[in-house]
């Protein structure tokens, strides 16, 4: 589209229109023909402000204030600006870059993460959000992609950046991510992997397997008993006993990815990353189990651009790593042979402040892998209202201890609640200091759902406005702290 001059969007002509109450986001003045047009914080919310006349000007959705017509930051409005401005609008990582995905659980968090990113040669996937993590908070993954998509429009986000649907385990969810725009789909088929059967005794596993078709078990022997596979320089053999396990743990599992890939994926008219999630099972992934799935879906056509196994150790949330690391990067040396043989990238979930193994992924790895952070941002949320709002602080923190125990349902962690030090012995300029406390910042990781939306006896949330109110008012505080937090990621894993 031919960009020249017109009557250029400005501050003076803003304020003049609208009064005092008015932000303007700088990066995002656009002109496109006879329009000019940015991102504005007004009455509380991000509206698209735009002056001039022609196509563009007409079609956004608004009303007109003065000289300038102001349009809600609405789904309707966001897709008419990925069809002017393409680069707000989510791809695939088609060329397989290095990438981070950067969960937003606020619809805050995407300008400080641009901000860590620039000058970094990294793909990054603003949008990543899960179905418990939508239920948790009452968003929609439209929403999730929205924000973000306006987020890059104001901090002058060119590149391309992904939007995953993330530990997806339905077909109709998966379905409604790919409608809404997901460029990125994470299967998750855990309610199909047997956690059962790791702990069979050798009598045991041979029963559970001898129940199975023999049509099955035939099939599946022909193919791989006591096969040899070189991959690499390590050679490994898919033992009977092996093959007995991963075929009653992942043969129902590998239908559904198979299922998924053919229903849903291969189908789509653009290109989709597709990735398969095995992590979310009651033992690490075994080597001999990796290959198995990824011959699996070799011989079915199955083609994934990433694949989580569940490494050794604990991956908790919000913390760093819990485990050997001597054991870890030999485990990862296996897994990270299997991914590069047959083709894909390597995935490694939760990996929020996993700073001690943030360099050995980077010297095993020598090929582009991907890291999924999330509930990170919410931390360095909790960390602006320390600093900023300590008595806000404080009442967040006495509610989230009342509904810890809630929270563990959903969230596997090993959290001392004894050890963390009582709010009364703590002042207000050391509260930031609970943000540094690995049992702090579990409690508060895993209890932002109920943080969020609990409600007092009048139906009125209890903290929401007053933590987004903040976090407003301290938009670029917010950012820094978050871009500094990232930054550690980013140079850790030297994605540079």
Known sequence: MEVYATKRLTMAALQDSLGEDVYLYPLSVTDLG?????LIRFEGARHLA??????????????????????????????????????????????????????????????????????RDVYPIFAQQSIRELGFTHRTFCDVIDSAAWAVFAH????????????LKKEGDIANALRDGATMITLDSSDLIDNTVASLDG??????????????????????????????????????DSLMRDILIYD????????????????????????????????????????????????????????????IGEFQKGIDYKGDLA??????????????????????????????????????????FHVKTAGTNWLEAMRLV??????????MHEHALKRFGDATAFYHVTTDLGAIKALGEVSDEALVSYLDDDNARQLLHITYGYLLLDEDGHGKRLFYDEFFGLLQREESLYQSLLASHIKTHLDLLSFT
């Open 252 to 311: 129902k599992a590998l239908d559904f990815m198979q299922s998924i890939w053919e229903r849903q994926i291969k189908r789509q008219q653009r290109p989709i990353d597709f990735e398969i999630s095995i992590d979310e099972t009651a033992t690490p992934t075994d080597p001999k189990s990796h290959l198995f799935i990824a011959l699996e879906l070799k011989r079915r056509h199955v083609v994934v651009s990433t694949l989580a196994p569940r490494f």
């Open 34 to 38: 006879q329009c000019s047009i940015a």
């Open 156 to 167: 002058g986000w060119t590149a391309a950046w992904g939007a995953d649907g993330d530990h």
């Open 203 to 240: 009598d045991g596993l041979a029963a559970r397997y001898a129940a199975l078709d023999p049509a099955l078990r035939s099939g599946y022997e022909a193919l791989y008993r006591d096969k040899e596979y070189q991959i690499g320089e390590v050679s490994i053999t898919l033992d009977y």
């Open 327 to 368: 054991l870890f990067e030999a485990d990862l040396v296996l897994h990270d042979a299997i991914a590069k043989h047959f083709g894909y990238r390597l995935s490694i979930h939760s990996g929020s402040d996993k700073f001690s193994i943030f360099p050995i992924l980077a010297r095993v790895i020598a090929s582009p």
């Open 50 to 119: 735009a002056i001039g006349s022609g196509p563009i000007y007409d079609e956004f959705d608004g009303l007109v204030k003065g000289s300038i017509k102001v349009c809600p930051a609405t789904y309707a409005n966001r897709l008419t600006l990925n069809r002017y401005l393409p680069h707000t609008a989510p791809v695939a990582n088609t060329k397989n870059r290095a990438s981070i995905g950067l969960g937003d659980r606020l619809g805050e968090a995407t300008g400080g993460h641009i901000k860590a990113l620039a000058d």
């Open 386 to 395: 320390a600093l900023k709002d300590p008595g806000l602080y404080r009442r």
